[in-house]
């Protein structure tokens, strides 16, 4: 998905003409860090709600601070995940698109990206999650890929960070299952170490069942 598909057209932008007061008002109203300033569609970039509040007259116009802006933006051309750089690097909750011609497009709101990332990552798809630790030499997606598919289940998101301080690889899967616990066994004897697993397990096993039987029948 591209940025160009997630612009809100209904957050205003200002002009050089418009004054500090305008400024304080449409950012309060629609709960924003920044706004962003166009002339004749060619974007100029971001004012801060910050810099708007460090000025006392409320009549000066956006062109006596114009200094403050701040040239951040993104193409219209990529995809929608490099937005999110640009939220946190900068602090703001608007990122500007603009085009091959620097011409201003929209912009992209934080919390419709947060939406869009949701859905990206099947956040909102039913399954159930298993977290894995090993060391990056030992990682193959094609090995988990099968060992996943045998158990009758499907990979719907696959992601991978790595310790900064160890090097260790944590692994996260997406299951198109709830019901995880004969996946979580394969894992296991195949000695992987599971580090964490949200989901629903079903303990089939008999020895399994007469020990928590057993274990219940102690308490009494």
Known sequence: MLTSQLINQNIPQLKLQDTVAKAKLL???????????IAE???????????LL??????????????HLMLIYIQDD????????YCNQHETNVVPVIDKAAEFMGVITSDYLLKTIGDFSGANEIGGLIILEMERVHFSISEIS????SNDC???HLNT??????GILTVTLHINKKEISALLATFERYEYNVLHQFGTKIFD???DINYRNLMNYLDL
């Open 27 to 37: 950012i309060n109203d629609f709960k924003l860090t920044h706004l962003p300033v």
């Open 41 to 51: 569609k060619k974007y100029l970039g971001l004012i801060s709600e910050e810099d």
């Open 54 to 67: 460090d000025v006392d007259d409320d009549k000066a116009t956006i062109e006596m601070i114009q200094q």
């Open 78 to 85: 990529v995809h929608f995940l490099n937005a999110i750089g």
């Open 146 to 149: 099968r060992i996943v598919e």
């Open 154 to 156: 499907t990979i719907l």
């Open 161 to 166: 960070t790595t310790d900064a301080v160890t």
């Open 205 to 207: 096993d008999t020895s």
